[in-house]
């Protein structure tokens, strides 16, 4: 059973940064890919950015693309999204999640799930 943690959500004026965490532990982590989801109040819950095992492959939805990366550290059990140039519409509730398929963009394809880290973005 792996347990992934977030941190680093928070309350960010348009056009600004942030970095988001997600600490993993249990299983091996180089065993998963990762990924990023969000989800705003009353939506399904989105996909937002993926990475493959050894973190040489990643996917982005078309709505982040050029202004988020997503990174991995398997020495570290950590994954990463850096956030930038932020926008109103990029307010949510981000999720991490793993799954043994590569580069998947479908939530039903993850099996483990972290609780979710706020991003907030004020104007």
């Known amino acids: 059973q792996a347990q992934l943690v977030e941190s680093g959500g928070g309350l960010v004026q348009a056009g600004g940064s942030l970095r988001l965490s997600c600490a993993a532990s249990?299983?091996?982590?180089?065993?998963?890919?990762m990924a990023w989801f969000r989800q705003k109040p009353g939506r399904e819950r989105d996909f937002v950015a993926t990475?493959?095992?050894?973190?040489?492959?990643?996917k982005y939805a078309d709505s982040v693309k050029g202004r988020f990366t997503i990174s991995r550290d398997n020495a570290k059990n950590m994954l990463y999204l850096q956030m930038n140039s932020l926008r109103l519409e990029d307010t949510a509730l981000y999720y991490c999640a793993a799954t043994p398929f590569s580069l998947s963009v479908e939530k039903n394809d993850y099996n483990y799930w972290g609780q979710g880290t706020q991003v907030t973005v004020s104007s």
């Open positions: 249990g299983r091996s982590f180089d065993a998963y890919a």
């Open positions: 990475v493959n095992r050894n973190g040489e492959d990643t």
